[in-house]
């Protein structure tokens, strides 16, 4: 117990926590976008599934790590797009939409892999190529610190500037301050001449570039191979975080983190020679249980508003 403890509380499993949460910090910067337009938008983990195959194939057939990347998210804002143009234009029901977009990714994503590479579980017969990590200069001797911010992969840097972007966008610019209208009431922004259905929409394809990085990480940094149905959810993790961190970017990010750490935390608990099932179980309870308060907390707010 003793070096599980040790463990916890080391440069390392930070380390590690980063690494686990940059898929999640880019997605649940996605879902606060979509959350702050008014829409809806379970289909990240289609989106993040079509980008990771897409970062693998591209970088394979490119011979480019940095077209891979680019692939990886034309491919998946395509699902993005096509689940704005259904909501958007064709007034599908959101939630029907996403979980077919799902049910698709799930599927065609193998399909996809089985046509290309003859396999139906990874793309290891491809040469693909992934996103290196990179050593902050100076950064990289300080004791302790330099352990835990310096070598990681650049997607993981991504994923952090992405939470100062995504403030600066909603907070500081025109385009911000209209999805953060529209969200609220669209039918008040309508009314001074903003368009709706064309904010929402392009709230749609920002939020699918940022999920489809964290899509391509899975295939390009995290792992060097696609596998299949690699994403294990981290879609619905993200907009788990998205609501526990309030509609808030910090707060979504510090969320997301935290879903990390239990992501990390089995890593550093095999030693205690549990289940692997109950290991694997373990961010999904984390993630249960952070929006089981979060539920009982705004219930009660709810009652003292009533009151």
């Given at each position: 117990m003793n070096m599980v403890l040790q463990s916890i509380f080391s440069a390392e499993?930070?380390?590690?926590?980063?690494?686990?949460?940059?898929?999640?910090?880019?997605?649940?910067?996605?879902?606060?976008?979509?959350?702050?337009?008014?829409?809806?938008c379970i289909a990240f983990e289609s989106i993040m599934l079509f980008a990771a195959l897409g970062g693998v194939v591209g970088s394979a057939f490119m011979h480019s790590a940095l077209l891979g990347v680019l692939s990886g998210i034309f491919c998946g804002v395509i699902v993005a797009f096509i689940f704005a143009y259904f909501v958007l234009i064709l007034n599908a029901n959101t939630?029907?939409?996403?979980?077919?977009?799902?049910?698709?990714?799930?599927?065609?994503?193998?399909?996809?892999?089985?046509?290309?590479?003859?396999?139906?579980?990874?793309?290891t017969s491809l040469s693909s190529l992934t996103v290196p990590n990179v050593s902050i200069p100076l950064v990289e001797k300080i004791p302790l610190l330099g352990s835990i911010v310096s070598g990681h992969n650049i997607m993981t840097y991504a994923a952090l500037l992405s939470v100062i972007l995504v403030y600066i966008f909603i907070n500081k610019t025109a385009l911000g301050l209209r999805i953060r209208s529209i969200g609220e009431n669209p039918q008040a922004a309508e009314s001074v001449g903003i368009k709706v259905v064309r904010t929402r929409f392009i709230a749609i394809v920002l939020a699918g570039v940022l999920a489809s990085m964290g899509g391509v990480y899975m295939s390009m940094g995290y792992l060097p191979f696609f596998t299949r149905d690699m994403v294990a959810g981290r879609g619905f993790m993200a907009i788990a975080a998205q609501n526990l961190g309030g509609g808030m970017v910090v707060p979504t990010m510090l969320s997301a983190i935290l879903f990390g750490a239990a992501e990390a935390l089995p890593n550093v608990m095999q030693s205690l020679r549990l289940p692997a099932e109950t290991m694997q179980m373990l961010p999904y309870i984390v993630t249960i249980t952070a929006l089981f308060f979060v539920g009982g907390t705004h219930k009660g707010e709810g009652k003292r508003h009533k009151k």
């Amino acid at each position: 117990m003793n070096m599980v403890l040790q463990s916890i509380f080391s440069a390392e499993f930070v380390y590690s926590i980063l690494r686990m949460a940059t898929p999640l910090i880019l997605a649940a910067m996605a879902a606060l976008l979509t959350k702050k337009a008014g829409v809806m938008c379970i289909a990240f983990e289609s989106i993040m599934l079509f980008a990771a195959l897409g970062g693998v194939v591209g970088s394979a057939f490119m011979h480019s790590a940095l077209l891979g990347v680019l692939s990886g998210i034309f491919c998946g804002v395509i699902v993005a797009f096509i689940f704005a143009y259904f909501v958007l234009i064709l007034n599908a029901n959101t939630v029907l939409t996403g979980l077919a977009l799902n049910t698709l990714g799930s599927g065609g994503t193998v399909f996809a892999l089985y046509v290309i590479c003859g396999d139906k579980g990874t793309s290891t017969s491809l040469s693909s190529l992934t996103v290196p990590n990179v050593s902050i200069p100076l950064v990289e001797k300080i004791p302790l610190l330099g352990s835990i911010v310096s070598g990681h992969n650049i997607m993981t840097y991504a994923a952090l500037l992405s939470v100062i972007l995504v403030y600066i966008f909603i907070n500081k610019t025109a385009l911000g301050l209209r999805i953060r209208s529209i969200g609220e009431n669209p039918q008040a922004a309508e009314s001074v001449g903003i368009k709706v259905v064309r904010t929402r929409f392009i709230a749609i394809v920002l939020a699918g570039v940022l999920a489809s990085m964290g899509g391509v990480y899975m295939s390009m940094g995290y792992l060097p191979f696609f596998t299949r149905d690699m994403v294990a959810g981290r879609g619905f993790m993200a907009i788990a975080a998205q609501n526990l961190g309030g509609g808030m970017v910090v707060p979504t990010m510090l969320s997301a983190i935290l879903f990390g750490a239990a992501e990390a935390l089995p890593n550093v608990m095999q030693s205690l020679r549990l289940p692997a099932e109950t290991m694997q179980m373990l961010p999904y309870i984390v993630t249960i249980t952070a929006l089981f308060f979060v539920g009982g907390t705004h219930k009660g707010e709810g009652k003292r508003h009533k009151k």
